[in-house]
């Protein structure tokens, strides 16, 4: 959520507030579960599914049980008895449940427990009393319990894991996810499409850093006061987030730095950082796990174990950890500014590669399934392979497929000022040809900018769909 003058403005979300509303709307018990990592906006969601129904917001704390019960008393208080003042404590948490469960036998009631890892840190019977309370209390009562937290690795394994006591109870999980590239675009409608563009990159979706961007500044005076100014938002984001999920996070800082450099397979991590298979395989197992690093196949060729890379998935630290670490000295001397116009402004537009060719996948898919091509695509990503002809490693920046129609789209993405030229539309027929099986084809080249006459002229002559950065903002806020 963001503000706009006096009025607050709540972006996206829409398909989970109906989830969660349509849970409400029944008088059953109800336990949603809801994850994902910080700042994606878990706690803003909640906020504004409940700013009109009856609701206990309870966000746990890093502290002890004591502490955290005390707050949950307030809570509960502040809800159901505001006009009491200066009530005691529950004695425990049996005795709140047992409270808010003369309460929810005849009414509707919210209890959100944000944060519920920090929760079962301090108390570790809390999950298995929840349990009880749900089997024996609250199953036939119209209690609505949202369990909310940031850890991925505790919500996926202690909460939704068929080892928790937990498991098996919820009503639905929502993983909370960034926003795409034109939701996000809806934070700054004042900047132009290769601005918006730019902003997605730097902060991957992520809400709370949208919120960030003054629009009084340009997006490139925003990015230097957040990342290159030592007392700017996101200077230490990343290294707060991995300690706030990992121990010794050094090993993962080197693994991280490589892969937002190029590194993509396992034996290029381990000759950049030094270290063996078995360190660099945990890291990233770990990495995975928090949502940070993804794992991936050829999308025609998944089975295959040896073709495999990892990638960053989450853009902010892709755009950190390729920046950042680099400039610390110049930024720490008050020099991020120069930092930035020297080293990062002439290699954003090879950062911006990777990223285009996320947004491109996004849109290609989106209209695919609104019946913009012959068939839909079923699933879209990247591919890489044997060149025959010239035996080396050739890519693919976009492949979408529909293996029951036997619909192949191919697609090349170029993010450069010079726009596409003739030889990258050859190419893009030429490397089609590496994939077999596929009778019914589509090809796509997207451009930052725009198209020579030559490739404009070839494209007509082979079918190819052309597509600029500005088609994929069109009809956005």
């Given at each position: ?19 969660l ?28 599914f ?101 850890s ?48 997605y ?76 298979t ?35 998935c989450?853009?902010m ?10 400039g ?6 008050h020099?991020?500014?120069?930092y ?138």
């Open positions: 959520m963001i503000q706009k003058g006096d009025t607050a403005v709540f972006y996206g979300r829409e398909t989970e507030l109906a989830e509303n349509q849970l409400y709307q029944t008088s059953q018990f109800q336990m949603p579960v809801i994850y994902g990592r910080r700042r994606v906006g878990k706690s803003t969601l909640i906020r504004k409940t700013e009109d129904k009856k609701a206990i917001l309870f966000t746990a704390i890093e502290s002890t049980a004591e502490k955290n019960l005390m707050h949950f008393s307030r809570c509960i208080y502040h809800t159901l008895m505001p006009d009491i003042p200066s009530l005691p404590p529950f004695q425990s948490f049996e005795d709140a449940f047992d409270f808010l469960s003369s309460y929810v036998n005849n009414q509707r009631l919210i209890v959100a427990i944000d944060e519920y890892p920090y929760l079962a840190a301090s108390n570790k019977e809390i999950s298995s009393l929840l349990q009880s309370y749900i089997d024996n209390q609250w199953k036939n009562s119209q209690m609505y319990l949202i369990l909310c937290g940031s991925m690795s505790f919500m996926e394994h202690q909460i939704l894991g068929y080892k928790s006591p937990l498991y098996g109870r919820r009503s639905i999980q929502i993983k909370l996810l960034p926003f795409d590239y034109k939701t996000a675009s809806f934070f700054v409608p004042e900047y132009t499409p290769e601005e918006k563009a730019v902003v990159g730097v902060t991957g979706g992520i809400p709370r850093y949208l919120e960030l961007f003054d629009p009084a500044y340009s997006v490139y005076e925003n990015i230097i006061q957040l990342f290159f100014t030592e007392s700017g938002y996101l200077f230490e984001e990343p290294s707060n987030l991995l300690k706030q999920e990992l121990r010794d996070v050094s090993t993962y800082n080197a693994v991280i730095e490589a892969l937002a450099c190029g590194a993509s397979k396992v034996n290029e991590l381990v000759t950049e950082t030094h270290t063996d078995a360190v660099v395989s945990y890291c990233l197992k770990s990495l995975i796990s928090i949502g940070i690093v993804q794992k991936e196949y050829a999308i025609t060729d998944e089975n295959n174990k040896k073709k495999t890379h990892y990638t960053i989450d853009n630290f892709c755009f950190w950890y390729r920046f950042v670490p680099n610390t000295e110049w930024i720490r001397m020099y991020g500014q120069e930035f116009k020297e080293a990062v402004m002439p290699c954003l537009n090879d950062y911006m590669g990777k990223i285009f060719e996320q947004m491109c996948r996004h849109y290609l898919m989106q209209i695919s399934l609104e019946g913009a091509f012959q068939h839909k695509v079923m699933k879209i990503g990247r591919w890489w392979g044997t060149n025959p002809k010239l035996k080396r490693e050739e890519e693919i920046d976009i492949v979408g497929i529909n293996p029951l129609d036997h619909f192949l789209l191919l697609g090349e993405c170029k993010y450069q000022n010079s726009g596409i030229h003739l030889d990258t539309a050859e190419q893009l027929i030429e490397r089609g040809s590496f994939i077999s099986g596929y009778p019914m084809r589509q090809y796509v080249l997207c451009s930052k900018n725009y198209f020579t006459q030559a490739a404009q002229e070839y494209a007509n002559a082979n079918a190819i769909q052309l597509i600029t950065l500005d088609d994929l903002y069109a009809n956005s806020q």
